[in-house]
């Protein structure tokens, strides 16, 4: 295992359009977890999934956001209707209960909207 | 909410030189702690982590040190090197049922040669 995969690695799109992002965690940790990172700042928490459950999204996940893992194992975030406040980093992270959690982090999708 | 802050947003040390980066919490529930390094364009890397039952663990070349009494945080690298050079986060896990991690606005590390 390579650790967490995201992909693309970078988006350009035009204001408007729908884009949509993956992440692949580390195989054997069952949280999942979405960040979305400006220049200068620290991580932002946008939701995770226990599983395939969602279990908490952040207010700052608006309703153009959605984010599935359908099987428990892969996840997809979509931005609908982007607009230029949505470029950022989004960045992917996994964890396990066991091992002291290990939360590993992606490199992340840069979403620059035009 | 409440959210970890940096008490620096930029540290310059000589290379060769200790240095020491401080956080503040706010959470007093908080239960496990992660300093990151981030490289420009790439994902948080983690670097070492402490639960709240811990006020000292060292790693290779790193040391965090956990004030529960004051809500203070610092990373500690020794013998500093210019491959050190990022941005370095702390990260705070909420509690026993909360699995997110809260991070501060972090400090940008330049080792000077």
């Known amino acids: 295992d390579t650790g967490v995969s995201q992909d693309p690695r970078h988006k350009i799109t035009k204001r408007g359009q729908n884009v949509t992002f993956r992440c692949d965690p580390i195989?054997?940790?069952?949280?999942l977890y979405w960040y979305r990172q400006t220049l200068g700042q620290g991580p932002e928490f946008l939701t995770y999934f226990q599983n395939e459950a969602q279990l908490e999204k952040s207010r700052l996940l608006s309703d153009r956001f959605s984010a599935e893992r359908p099987k428990g194992s892969f996840s997809t975030l979509e931005i609908q209707r982007t607009e230029q406040g949505d470029s950022a980093m989004y960045l992917c992270?996994?964890?396990?209960?066991?091992?002291?959690?290990?939360?590993?982090f992606g490199s992340g999708t840069r979403l620059t909207v035009v | 909410g409440e959210s970890v802050g940096l008490h620096l947003p930029t540290l310059s040390v000589q290379e060769g030189d200790n240095s020491i980066i401080n956080c503040a919490y706010s959470n007093s529930a908080s239960d496990y702690f992660i300093w990151y390094k981030q490289e420009s364009g790439k994902g948080p890397q983690f670097i070492i982590d402490?639960?709240?039952?811990?006020d000292k663990r060292q790693g290779q070349r790193v040391t965090v040190l956990l004030n529960k009494t004051v809500k203070h945080l610092s990373l500690q690298i020794a013998a500093t090197q210019p491959g050190d050079s990022a941005v370095y986060f702390c990260?705070?896990?909420?509690?026993?049922?909360?699995?997110?991690?809260?991070f501060g606005a972090g400090t940008t590390v330049t080792v000077r040669a």
């Open positions: 195989s054997e940790h069952n949280r």
């Open positions: 402490i639960r709240s039952n811990m």
């Open positions: 990260a705070e896990k909420g509690g026993l049922n909360d699995y997110k991690l809260s």
């Open positions: 992270a996994s964890s396990s209960d066991r091992a002291n959690y290990g939360y590993t």
